[in-house]
């Protein structure tokens, strides 16, 4: 929200800019926004960044895990002839790739949501 604030200040305070709804448009109307800059309080920004680091490291810690126990339920069920333990485990290696992706594209995301702000 305060970045919108920050531009529609920044357009009514552009001298160019004329309201349509005034007739005749003034040259140089008077700005009802407050001059603004949107930035996170300091004693915020280390802690946001070091619980999002940790939560984005542990939940890309436990995608690999995931990984790592679907590829060795598909070689057990393949060795063992067992079709739906290798089946489930190909269905494991599949959504842990998804929930890393997903993982790392949200943090990254929120990072540079944070790192706007600043």
């Known amino acids: 929200m305060s970045q919108i604030l920050h531009v529609v200040n920044a ?4 001298p160019h800019t004329h309201i349509l709804a005034q007739d005749p448009p003034t040259p140089n109307p008077t ?16 802690p946001t960044s070091t619980i999002l680091g940790w939560v984005a ?14 590829w060795a339920a598909v070689a057990i069920g ?12 190909k269905k494991a ?14 943090s990254g995301l929120v990072f540079a949501a ?3 702000a600043g």
């Open 114 to 116: 944070y790192s706007m």
């Open 31 to 46: 700005n009802p926004i407050p001059s603004f800059k949107p930035e996170l309080p300091a004693n915020v920004t280390k």
């Open 11 to 14: 357009l009514l305070g552009d």
């Open 78 to 89: 393949e060795n063992s002839e067992r079709g739906g333990m290798a089946a489930r485990g």
């Open 57 to 70: 490291g542990g939940g890309l810690a436990l995608a690999v895990l995931g990984g790592l126990l679907g």
């Open 93 to 106: 290696i599949i959504m842990s790739l998804i929930a890393g992706i997903g993982i790392a594209c949200t």
